[in-house]
């Protein structure tokens, strides 16, 4: 057997809150984001309190890299200043796109019950970065999904699954980062392989359960821990109590990353530019 990707790190999440004051679990994001590369952020957001949700994120502007947005329960309204309108429901995607520029809210159209899901932020590589906004938004239906061997259900929301049994395209696929976005759901006593490309940066990130990392050093993730794996490697996840993990693997950019907010560029210079281009309505 060739060798398993170890584990580098297993590391909790950091409360926070973004918007107009929505409650969260900031899991990537702040310092050493490069140890992430191709990826900037993850926020989990997940609650029945409205209190915590309701106010939203009123009009903000990004540049720079794709905002990935996985609604597991509720839904969300987004509208940019490109005239695009949709509605997030749950199990859907949207796979927003910002490049040059896009000014957008998402606001939490519900007023009672459960809201829950994912963002995730992904860089551009620096010729795109100043490249042509666009979104996609992806319903449920429309979202491949599987079942394993071993009765792991897949849904495979981006890149490509394979696990030597079953081989499955994803809804989205990106160049350049190639990002494997996978939603994992393992009963109690299931195991899955899934094959990965070698140099791709991959991260676990467990929102429910318990998860065993088998290899030399057995380890264990629980609920709310991102799991940081060398680039190399094959991967075995299974658990003995049952889990649900997100998959994110990707192609790292290795270019510089000067963040300011919700602007990621390469030098100060751009951001600066950005914000002045923001600052005089020409953002996009
Ligand atoms: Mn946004």
Same mark, same amino acid.
């Given at each position: 057997? /060739?060798?398993?990707?170890?584990?580098l790190?297993?590391?909790?999440?950091?409360?926070?809150?973004?918007g107009?004051? @929505?409650?969260?679990?900031? @899991?990537?994001?702040?310092?050493?984001?490069?140890?992430?590369?191709?990826?900037?952020?993850?926020? !989990?957001?997940?609650?029945?309190?409205?209190?915590?949700?309701?106010?939203?994120?009123?009009p903000h502007?990004h540049?720079g890299?794709?905002?990935?947005?996985?609604m597991?329960?509720?839904?969300?309204?987004?509208?940019?200043?490109l005239?695009? #309108?949709g +509605?997030?429901?749950?199990?859907?995607?949207?796979w927003?796109?910002?490049?040059?520029?896009?000014?957008?809210?998402?606001?939490?159209?519900? =007023?009672?019950?459960?809201?829950?899901?994912?963002?995730?932020?992904l860089?551009?590589?620096?010729?795109?970065?100043?490249?042509?906004?666009?979104?996609?938004?992806i319903?449920? /239906?429309?979202?491949? &999904?599987?079942? /394993?061997?071993?009765g792991?259900?897949? @849904?495979?929301?981006?890149? $490509?699954?394979?696990?030597?049994?079953?081989?499955?395209?994803?809804?989205?696929?990106?160049?350049?980062t190639?990002p494997?976005?996978?939603?994992?759901?393992?009963?109690?006593? /299931? &195991?899955?392989?899934?094959?990965?490309?070698e140099?791709?940066?991959?991260?676990?990130?467990?929102?429910?359960g318990?998860? =065993?990392?088998?290899?030399?050093?057995?380890?264990?993730?629980d609920?709310?821990?991102?799991?940081?794996?060398?680039? =190399?490697? !094959? +991967?075995?996840? $299974?658990?003995?109590?049952?889990?649900? #993990?997100? +998959?994110?693997?990707?192609?790292?950019?290795?270019?510089?990353i000067?963040?300011?907010?919700?602007?990621?560029?390469?030098?100060? =210079?751009?951001?600066?530019?950005?914000?002045?281009?923001?600052r005089?309505?020409?953002?996009v």
């Amino acid at each position: 057997m /060739s060798q398993l990707r170890s584990v580098l790190a297993i590391q909790p999440g950091q409360p926070a809150s973004d918007g107009a004051g @929505v409650r969260l679990n900031r @899991v990537i994001g702040g310092a050493g984001i490069e140890r992430f590369d191709p990826f900037l952020m993850l926020d !989990e957001f997940g609650s029945d309190n409205p209190d915590d949700y309701i106010a939203g994120f009123p009009p903000h502007p990004h540049r720079g890299f794709e905002t990935i947005t996985y609604m597991l329960e509720g839904r969300m309204r987004h509208e940019d200043h490109l005239g695009n #309108v949709g +509605l997030l429901q749950s199990g859907g995607v949207q796979w927003m796109t910002a490049a040059r520029g896009i000014i957008h809210s998402e606001m939490p159209e519900q =007023e009672q019950g459960v809201m829950r899901g994912f963002q995730l932020w992904l860089n551009l590589p620096a010729k795109d970065k100043l490249g042509d906004p666009g979104y996609r938004d992806i319903p449920a /239906s429309e979202i491949p &999904r599987l079942t /394993s061997a071993d009765g792991v259900e897949v @849904v495979v929301i981006a890149g $490509q699954f394979d696990d030597g049994q079953r081989q499955q395209a994803g809804a989205v696929q990106r160049p350049h980062t190639e990002p494997q976005l996978f939603d994992l759901r393992l009963p109690a006593g /299931s &195991r899955i392989a899934p094959r990965l490309p070698e140099g791709h940066r991959v991260l676990l990130y467990v929102y429910e359960g318990s998860l =065993e990392l088998p290899g030399e050093r057995p380890q264990q993730a629980d609920a709310g821990r991102l799991v940081r794996l060398s680039d =190399e490697g !094959e +991967l075995q996840l $299974q658990s003995a109590s049952g889990a649900r #993990v997100l +998959l994110i693997a990707g192609k790292p950019l290795g270019e510089p990353i000067v963040q300011y907010g919700p602007f990621v560029m390469n030098s100060r =210079e751009e951001i600066e530019q950005a914000l002045r281009d923001f600052r005089d309505g020409v953002l996009v």
